[in-house]
């Protein structure tokens, strides 16, 4: 393999966070199809981004493309030559269109042909005409004009690297022409650097100060981080702090780790506050002693080159004394809050609307306890003193002056607030847990409380949504629009009746609902409505397990899922995947459907008559079908037991035969199999490999 290599980086001022992953992504995927597409061999195609930088590295480039030969069809004979032997118009203006002379035109098959050689492109070429086009294609949210451009991107651009080896490629973007100068480090002392080759790129830059391969950046955090906890005899546990880690790494070219403290009075307010006002809203590390307790240490990733203790004491100061500010504005929320008990405080819940046209949330509240009673009542639950105390207080919390500030806190102070007033711990897990789960792969409720009402809040928004949009369903939610959270609501009924195997007819809990809300506002349910919201569970339930059971499966499946019990259902996708995935050819499933398409024209089915049987291929079938077991998605094998005697039947027998009463006696014989096969799933749907 040769070993020619390209470096593109693009300086630009300090970009969004979340978009450098995503642009990282993307480059790596446009570079890789452009090579793809135009058969360029390589070794590598890496992407390097910092705030400040994107890059992307080819690694073992030829310098051109191979020369191609291709054998190119044209005219038919007929057309292509004349009565009189010579080319047609119709061959000269085939060879002209190909770059060819006429004695470079053979015939094959009926048929002119041309022969033509394509000469590889130079590779340096190749990427400089696709370099603009490349990066204009990458996509991100709030992307920006600036200056007479008409063109946008993440941020403005203020430098262009660009090498093929070592030469500088000719390359412009928004009237910055390519060089092999960068920038490193705002703070370096070095402030520019000449990149010679590609190969010496990472090099180059952290000898001013800059780490632009963001694994090495995500390690070396880590690795600084806990070894200035240990310095202090404390731990951080990184898998609790989300995407924080990501976060840091993508807004640090050069991460210094510095320790910062605040008033241990502060460690009254509950662990999950100061956590939050650290971790979400200052980036910062919470630091644990090792018996698990919070420490009043965090440290800051500085992105800051310098060696003079000043300018670290006046980074440990300012941070100090932001943390200090928002932690006393959360201790004075937190000493005013506890001054009542939580069922205090659900009055308050009265003057908060939960959605336009629907009430307030003291409202919901009561929805809630009714649907509770109602889910609880179907499960058998005898005992419902503890499910139905979590739903009277499960949004109480909504209330207090904490959670007004740190939204994403609801439940969680729910959960310390219960406790403070002395009510049950089931009853305060399940007040913080109804609202699991908070992502798709995060944890689910944990206890029957939770369970319960988790699936009660989330049912009693998603009718909410669907009744309040009877007559603008634009405002339903989308692939990219769901403002009160119903796909993840979805997710997380769907999950917690499947993980827990609720015996739970989602259907009838939904019409319930319904019901209640209807009443309750004095809106007129279209029967549309259910239907509607019942196909589109079903398209969210398809998208959970889109990755895990074949499509056509799923799609098969369907008119198989009334919502009645959703662990059936998935009994029956996981019994037909495996079945379908089992087979080595597709005679059985091109049999199955053959019975299928003679059928569905069938209408009046009656009894099979043995007496009207004319070739013994049908009394075979017959036979096979009278001491066959009842099939059901449990026992799906059992339709190999069929295919002989089918396959026999269909070789010997015309089922339309001339005379009505065989005929008929034939499709009633095979109508019995359409039924036995109907009752798994819809077989036309699956597509044969």
């Known amino acids: 393999m040769e070993n020619n290599n390209f ?104 048929y002119i042909w041309a022969k033509i050689e394509q000469k590889g492109k130079n590779t340096k070429e190749l990427l400089k005409e696709n370099i603009k086009p490349l990066v204009m294609k990458l996509q991100g949210s709030h992307f920006m004009r600036w200056g007479y451009f008409e063109e946008k991107f993440s941020r403005p651009i203020e430098n262009l690297v660009c090498l093929f080896n070592d030469e500088i490629v000719d390359v412009e973007l928004f009237n910055i022409k390519a060089g092999n100068t960068t920038k490193g480090h705002r703070f370096s002392d070095i402030k520019e650097i000449t990149i010679k080759t590609p190969d010496e790129y990472l090099g180059a830059l952290e000898k001013v100060n800059v780490y632009a391969d963001v694994e090495k950046r995500r390690n070396l955090i880590v690795e600084l981080a806990d070894k200035k906890a240990k310095e202090h005899d404390l731990t951080i546990n990184f898998d609790d702090l989300g995407d924080l880690l990501d976060e840091v790494t993508y807004i640090t070219e050069y991460p210094v780790p510095v320790v910062c403290e605040f008033k241990e009075d502060y ?38 080159v310098g060696k003079d203790i000043e300018s670290f004491e006046n980074i440990k100061r300012g941070n100090q004394r932001v943390i200090s500010a928002r932690l006393e504005d959360g201790k004075f929320f937190y000493d005013e809050d506890i001054k009542t008990t939580l069922i205090d405080k659900l009055p308050s819940l009265k003057g908060m609307t939960f959605q336009r046209g629907l009430g307030t949330l003291y409202d919901k509240t009561l929805r809630i306890e009714k649907l509770s009673d109602f889910i609880a009542d179907r499960l058998n639950i005898t005992d419902k003193t503890d499910i139905l105390r979590t739903a009277r207080l499960s949004k109480a919390d909504l209330s207090t002056k904490l959670v007004f500030e740190f939204t994403e806190l609801q439940g969680f102070i729910g959960e310390n607030y219960a406790l403070k007033s002395k009510e049950n711990e089931n009853v305060a897990l399940g007040i913080k847990e109804h609202y699991f789960p908070l992502q798709a792969g995060s944890n689910l409720p944990s206890k029957t409380e939770g369970i319960v009402v988790s699936i009660a809040d989330k049912i009693d928004t998603i009718c909410a949504v669907f009744l309040s949009t009877q007559e603008d369903k634009k405002k339903r939610p989308t692939g990219s629009n769901d403002p009160l959270g119903v796909r993840r609501a979805i997710l997380g009924i769907v999950k917690t009746v499947i993980n827990y195997k609720l015996n739970i007819d989602l259907s009838e809990l939904i019409k319930y609902s319904f019901d209640i809300l209807s009443k309750e506002f004095n809106i007129n349910l279209k029967p549309e409505t259910v239907s509607e919201l019942m196909d589109f569970i079903y398209s969210r339930v398809n998208v959970i397990y889109e990755n895990t059971y074949r499509n056509d499966v799923l799609s098969a499946c369907k008119t198989y899922c009334p919502l009645s019990n959703l662990n059936i259902w998935l009994d029956r996708v996981q019994a037909v995947n495996s079945f379908v995935g089992s087979l080595n050819s597709s005679e059985i499933l091109e049999t199955v459907n053959r019975v299928l398409r003679i059928t569905a024209g069938h209408k009046t089915k009656e009894k099979v008559n043995p007496s009207l049987f004319v070739q013994e291929e049908e009394k075979f079938l017959y036979n096979s079908i009278l001491n066959s077991k009842e099939i059901t998605y449990k026992n799906i094998e059992e339709i190999r037991e069929f295919i002989l005697p089918l396959n026999k039947f269909f070789d010997k027998v015309l089922v339309m ?33």
């Open 7 to 110: 470096l593109l980086e693009i300086l630009v001022q300090e970009l969004p966070y979340q978009f450098i992953p995503s642009a990282q992504g993307q480059l790596e995927t446009l570079f890789k199809k452009l090579l793809d597409e135009n058969k360029l061999s390589y070794k590598t195609v890496k992407t390097y981004a910092t705030p400040r930088r994107l890059a992307v590295l080819i690694e073992g480039l030829p310098l051109s493309k191979e020369d191609v030969i291709k054998d190119v069809k044209g005219p038919i004979l007929t057309i292509a030559i004349d009565g009189n032997g010579n080319y047609s118009p119709s061959a000269l203006g085939f060879a002209k269109k190909n770059g060819i002379t006429t004695d470079k035109l053979y015939q094959k098959d009926g």
């Open 267 to 304: 460690l009254q307010i509950p662990d999950i506050v100061t956590v939050t006002v650290m971790s979400k809203h200052q980036r910062y590390f919470p630091l644990y002693e090792k018996s698990g307790k919070l420490s009043n240490k965090f440290i800051t990733m500085a992105n800051f």
């Open 657 to 689: 035969d001339k005379d009505e009463n065989i005929k008929n006696n034939r499709l009633n014989l095979l109508s019995v199999l359409e039924e036995k096969f109907n009752t798994i799933c819809d077989f036309t749907k699956i597509l044969s490999k």
